[in-house]
């Protein structure tokens, strides 16, 4: 799915990603990588292939789109240190042609030190570019001038069919000056987001983006 943002093109994907075509880079939200192994150590039941899944796609919109930059918008890394950022490590030297940037969010603890290893530019509040703000935390006020890109919130809709049915799925949440991505990461949970006045919604599913209002 295809939206223009300000007179930039931009790629909704359905591996819970945007692709902004002008400048080949991909915008990713709550990766959260490192939760399924918290998760395993702590005695919960996560299927063994989970923390594989985040990497499978990560290696799909790569070379499906051919991006030569990826933004991280928070929350990279879910927690304190586990085996699964070794797994990072190795992907980010795979890629070592790619530029990566993050901007940290209320879950990157980890050390300072291990992000600047891997080659990622670091920012700790907002990282601008033109026109467009790349941040973690959603707005709620606005620099007409601007427009965010978010995350933070794992945006979910739920749609209802006939009878009882319904189906809740991860979305991307376009308002006039703000977009919202969803949760990349997998066992990362949602929050249910209402229909708004300028607000446009695009379901993903792992097949479709499709829109709903």
């Not at 931009?10 to 998760?39: C, M, N, P, S, Y």
């Not at 941040?135 to 069919?161: I, L």
């Not at 987001?193 to 479709?208: H, Q």
């Amino acid at each position: 799915m295809q939206i223009e943002i300000r007179g930039n093109h931009f790629l909704l994907l359905t591996q819970r990603a945007i692709f902004w075509e002008e400048t080949q880079t991909l915008l990713i939200g709550d990766l959260h990588l490192g939760k399924v192994t918290h998760f395993r150590k702590e005695g919960i039941a996560i299927p063994n292939n989970a923390a594989a899944n985040n990497f499978e796609r990560l290696n799909q919109i790569v070379q499906q789109t051919g991006a030569t930059r990826i933004i991280f918008l928070g929350d990279l890394f879910h927690n304190q240190y586990n085996s699964e950022w070794e797994t990072f490590r190795e992907w980010r030297a795979e890629h070592h042609y790619i530029d990566m940037i993050i901007v940290m969010g209320n879950h990157d603890i980890l050390p300072m030190s291990l992000l600047l290893e891997c080659d990622l530019e670091v920012y700790v509040n907002d990282y601008e570019e033109d026109i467009f703000i790349f941040t973690h935390h959603p707005r709620v006020e606005f620099d007409p001038s601007k427009f965010v890109f978010a995350g933070h919130v794992h945006p979910v809709f739920t749609s209802y069919g006939r009878g009882r049915q319904s189906v809740r799925l991860p979305c991307f949440v376009i308002d006039k000056h703000q977009a919202i991505l969803p949760s990349f990461g997998v066992f990362t949970g949602g929050y249910q987001m209402g229909l708004a006045d300028d607000r446009k919604i695009y379901i993903t599913t792992e097949t479709r983006v499709f829109s709903v209002c």
